[in-house]
Every structure is written in C-alpha cells, then in structure tokens.
C-alpha cells in the first residue's frame, strides 16, 4: 500500500502531484472509496453536517471532490454485521482509500473490528490518503495530547503503526489555539519514535516504507 498521509487533505498543487504520482495515472480513471468513521468519535467532527460535508465533497479539505471515475462509502461500523463477501470485494477493486479526520483511536478500533486490517496486507496496489485523525492512525503512537475517544479495552494511544513516525497535525491554525511548536515539542518529547509537526499545507509520501515530505508550508523534524 502506497500512503498519503495529509494534515488537510489535498489543499496545494504539490499534494495533488504527490498524489498523482502515487496513483500512476489520471484520478478521473481512479476509483475511490471514501471512508468517514473517525468523524463519529470526535466531538467537532460528528455525526451530522460535518460528515456530509466530507462524503458529498463539501468541506474545506478537498479529498472527495477532486474528480474521481467514482467514489463509493465504506463505513466500518456498518461492517461487523455485514456478510464479507459484500465488502472485500469493494475494498480490494478500489484504487484509493479517502479515510477523513476525526478521532484517530476511535478509526483505530473500527479498522480493527471490522477487520478491515486483515486486508492491509493484501492491497498492495491501492492508494491509502488520510486526512489528520486518517493519517495519525497509521503511525506507531498519536501521543496522550490527542487521545479523546477511549476504546473500551481501555487500550492506550497505540495505533497501526505502519509507518515508524508519529505526526502532529495542524501546526499553527489559527482555529487551534493548542496546536503551537512549543506543545508540539512537549507532545514529541514523550514519544520514543521519529516525530513531526506539520501544518495544513504538508503531507506524506509513503512507499516501501521511504517517505517523502511534501509541503507549501511549515513543518518540523521534532525527534529523530
């Protein structure tokens, strides 16, 4: 699985061409699934106008808007009582994955009980782009600043860990007074992983475990 991990979702020409590259061809001949649930886990996030806003390609963070052949719904929470059969097949047929912000845990406890993870390693050739709480829940740790949904096997901030780097998201935005380099400095200094801060104008490319930081923005290297 190719990754683009964005703060914002496709906000500049440099992450749209990050994006091109990694899916090798037009996005209008690219199908794409878009999936929401981390929206439902975080307060500011849903359920309600917010979550429409995203699927329907409304929102500020442009992911499902940008043109695709088609793009379907996946909700995860939907998928426990639903027979495989009628979801692995959408899953493995799409050439990206548009996984929203929210809250990363609770997107984190969705993949997993769904099982939507026992297909990770099978999709070799999908594009996964997350957006914020979509992106964090690939890396090893969100770090305790960023827990808000507890998992009810009071689990702690661990995620999917499929990239070894943790990453604070919306550095400096103006509607985050929280979200400055001084507490990014103190959230990274708990962490025992590679970490950054990064703003709304940055991403990253992710393939065969070599990343690429793509940005029109701000962003720093906080641990090595």
């Not at 991990?5 to 906000?11: D, I, N, P, R």
């Not at 059969?85 to 899953?91: E, K, N, Y």
């Not at 507490?183 to 992983?193: F, T, Y």
Request: aromatic residues 8%.
């Amino acid at each position: 699985m190719r990754l683009l991990l964005t703060s914002a979702g496709v906000k500049n020409p440099s992450i749209h061409r990050a994006l091109l590259d990694l899916l090798g061809r037009p996005i209008g001949e690219c199908t794409a699934l878009c999936i929401p649930t981390a929206m439902y886990g975080h307060p500011h996030a849903g359920p309600g106008e917010e979550v429409w806003r995203f699927v329907s390609g409304r929102s500020e963070n442009p992911m499902t808007e940008l043109g695709w052949r088609s793009v379907g719904l996946l909700e995860l929470t939907a998928l426990p009582d639903i027979a495989a059969q009628r979801w692995v097949p959408l899953v493995r047929e799409a050439d990206v994955l548009l996984v929203s912000g929210g809250d990363a845990l609770y997107l984190h406890h969705w993949l997993r009980r769904s099982g939507f993870t026992d297909l990770l390693p099978e999709l070799t050739d999908t594009v996964y782009v997350g957006m914020s709480g979509g992106s964090m829940v690939m890396t090893p740790r969100i770090g305790e600043e960023f827990v808000g949904w507890q998992p009810p096997d009071g689990a702690d901030d661990s995620t999917l860990g499929l990239v070894d780097f943790s990453m604070f998201p919306h550095l400096e935005h103006p509607d985050l007074p929280s979200n400055t380099l001084a507490n990014a400095e103190k959230w990274a200094a708990r962490l025992s992983n590679t970490a950054y801060a990064v703003d709304d104008e940055t991403a990253f490319r992710v393939v065969d475990g070599a990343v690429d930081v793509v940005s029109e923005g701000r962003w720093t290297l906080l641990r090595p």
